[in-house]
């Protein structure tokens, strides 16, 4: 019985801090920055640019989602870099982890009428040499005047400084920054790509 209490205090504790956080962003500018985020990608679908989708771990995975639902949903030509795990092990075997996407991108022509978008817990970090692979495709859409968003935790890193929109999802509790980041950046995505300016095809269910 133990056990089972101790499950419910914590199942208390992390549902109250999920709703502190979605009504911190409720309160504060972010939803103008979620609003930023929208009009960019509209941009970006009426120039007949492509949106490339990036992340590394859990960030990998929610590409492939994200890029699925903007293709589907609202008609955009979007890409999860990571997918080709062919290319991406070629890559970080070859030339080193931190050209994994930059690589990618580069035979992708990356141009300015294309978009980043970057799901990432730290959101990259020069000093302490964490993600680069995003930091340096960060700088090469900055470089081809790409636009970027992202959607990060902590204070977002390299992508919150450098995007032209990002969210950055407060850390109330240090222990659970990645559950909470990762968990955020699903609800967040699915609200842009559910967003009237975006969507042009209902969903089955």
């Not at 205090?9 to 409720?26: G, P, V």
């Not at 639902?69 to 990571?82: H, P, T």
């Not at 969210?167 to 955020?184: A, C, N, Q, S």
Request: glycine fraction near 10%; proline fraction near 1%.
């Amino acid at each position: 019985m133990k056990e089972r209490a101790d499950f419910a205090d914590f199942a208390e504790l992390y549902l109250r801090q999920t709703i502190q956080i979605i009504e911190w962003i409720q309160t504060t500018d972010s939803l103008y920055c979620i609003y930023n985020m929208i009009n960019i990608i509209k941009q970006i679908k009426s120039d007949n640019g492509r949106l490339f989708i990036i992340g590394m771990g859990g960030g990998a995975g929610h590409a492939s989602h994200a890029a699925n639902d903007f293709r589907k949903l609202c008609g955009i030509e979007a890409y999860a870099v990571a997918d080709n795990v062919s290319e991406l092990t070629a890559r970080a075997n070859d030339e080193g982890l931190d050209t994994i996407f930059i690589g990618w991108l580069r035979v992708s022509h990356l141009n300015d009428k294309d978009g980043l978008f970057i799901f990432s817990v730290g959101g990259g970090n020069i000093e302490k040499n964490v993600s680069m692979a995003i930091v340096n495709a960060i700088d090469l859409a900055k470089e081809r005047k790409a636009k970027i968003v992202g959607i990060v935790g902590r204070d977002g890193g390299y992508t919150g400084v450098k995007a032209d929109a990002c969210l950055i999802i407060p850390d109330f509790d240090k222990r659970y920054v990645t559950p909470y980041t990762e968990g955020m950046q699903a609800v967040f995505w699915h609200m842009i790509v559910s967003s009237p300016e975006l969507q042009e095809n209902k969903t089955k269910w």
